[in-house]
């Protein structure tokens, strides 16, 4: 049933049942008036409840969406044996960016992977903000023991990078996922290089 | 030596298991303890296990890297495993720096590591 019909058969029953209080007692005012006072917050708290229920209702139902697309949004996938892609597509807000690091961490924990090649092709625009983020998203998943390429870093990406100044000396990028892809199959068909990774 | 922490001695590789969060002195003691131990047997490699600590503070960041710097004069290195995703968010918003530091997802992985770079 529709909440236009729900509440429409409420508001009728009020109007009907008011209605009949009038035939009943409109020989006497004063008891009509009287009813009417203690019937009209009555029937209209009712009338509010069932509105109100249905509004909260379906902001839950928006609440629970908004945060499937969240979830969603994020994906971590596993290519192959310990090598993970972590496609961002999209605005990258705070709130995101922390859910994002999170979600790569305990999936690199839960599937050891090795690798994680995280693309950023579907970012649109970044800021100071969210490039300090995945600097230390990478820098969590080093810690963690994986290594971690960006790739799909478009132009302006790159340009605004360099204007804002972020160092990003210790970042393994490569321009297209296809290129991640084959630099994370060198990090893990050949056997790990014996100097130390970093720089 | 620490009641807090297990080394075993495995090959030519030296395993310390920290077991729960340490106060200062018993990680100092870690560090010495590793320290003198790394030349009495030629080890070659050392792997600490830090999965069991739910915080590692400066401290302990520091601490870790005096291990891998001792370690690396007496000819062994070092590999920390196990970070937590939450200590490792924690470690890299505080600015912690691990850096002359490898690190591994577990054990395994880091008998790998030290494996290979022989």
């Known amino acids: 049933m529709d909440t236009d019909e729900v509440l429409?058969?409420?508001?009728?029953?009020?109007?009907?049942?008011?209605?009949?209080?009038?035939?009943?007692?409109?020989?006497?005012?004063?008891?009509?008036?009287?009813?009417?006072?203690a019937y009209e917050p009555a029937a209209n708290r009712i009338a509010v409840t069932v509105g109100v229920s249905f509004v909260e209702e379906r902001e839950r139902v928006i609440r629970e969406q908004q945060e499937a697309i969240r979830e969603l949004s994020t994906p971590v996938l596993q290519v192959r044996e310990r090598l993970l892609i972590l496609p961002i597509?999209?605005?990258?807000?705070?709130?995101?960016?922390?859910?994002?690091?999170?979600?790569?961490?305990?999936?690199?924990?839960?599937?050891?992977?090795?690798?994680?090649v995280i693309d950023i092709t579907g970012v649109a625009t970044i800021d100071v903000a969210v490039a300090d983020h995945i600097v230390q998203t990478v820098e969590a998943a080093r810690l963690m023991g994986a290594s971690a390429i960006i790739t799909g870093l478009s132009s302006k990406i790159a340009q605004t990078l360099v204007d804002l100044g972020v160092d990003l000396s210790m970042m393994n990028t490569v321009g297209d996922?296809?290129?991640?892809?084959?630099?994370?199959?060198?990090?893990?068909?050949?056997?790990?290089p014996a100097e130390p990774t970093e720089r | 030596m620490p009641h807090r922490v297990a080394i075993l001695a495995q090959d030519h590789?030296?395993?310390?298991?920290?077991?729960?969060?340490?106060s200062d002195s018993e990680v100092l003691e870690l560090r010495d303890d590793l320290a003198e131990r790394i030349g009495r047997r030629r080890v070659r490699g050392i792997v600490v296990d830090v999965t069991a600590l739910d915080v590692?503070?400066?401290?302990?960041?520091?601490?870790?890297?005096?291990?891998?710097?001792?370690?690396?004069?007496?000819?062994?290195?070092?590999?920390?495993?196990?970070?937590?995703?939450?200590?490792?968010?924690?470690?890299?918003?505080?600015?912690?720096?691990?850096?002359?530091?490898?690190?591994?997802?577990?054990?395994?992985?880091?008998?790998?590591?030290?494996?290979?770079?022989r």
Do not use: W
């Open chain 2, 56 to 117: 590692i503070d400066s401290f302990v960041a520091r601490a870790l890297r005096e291990i891998a710097v001792l370690a690396r004069l007496r000819g062994a290195e070092t590999i920390i495993v196990g970070i937590q995703p939450d200590v490792a968010i924690a470690m890299v918003q505080f600015k912690l720096n691990l850096t002359p530091l490898r690190t591994a997802l577990d054990l395994d992985e880091a008998l790998g590591l030290l494996e290979c770079a």
């Open chain 1, 89 to 116: 597509i999209g605005m990258l807000d705070a709130q995101r960016a922390r859910q994002l690091t999170e979600q790569l961490l305990s999936e690199i924990q839960s599937s050891r992977a090795k690798v994680v």
């Open chain 1, 177 to 192: 996922l296809q290129g991640g892809l084959e630099e994370a199959e060198r990090l893990l068909g050949v056997l790990p």
């Open chain 2, 13 to 22: 590789n030296l395993i310390a298991a920290i077991q729960s969060d340490l």
């Open chain 1, 8 to 37: 429409g058969i409420v508001l009728l029953l009020r109007d009907v049942l008011a209605r009949r209080l009038f035939v009943e007692y409109q020989h006497d005012k004063d008891l009509l008036n009287a009813i009417l006072d």
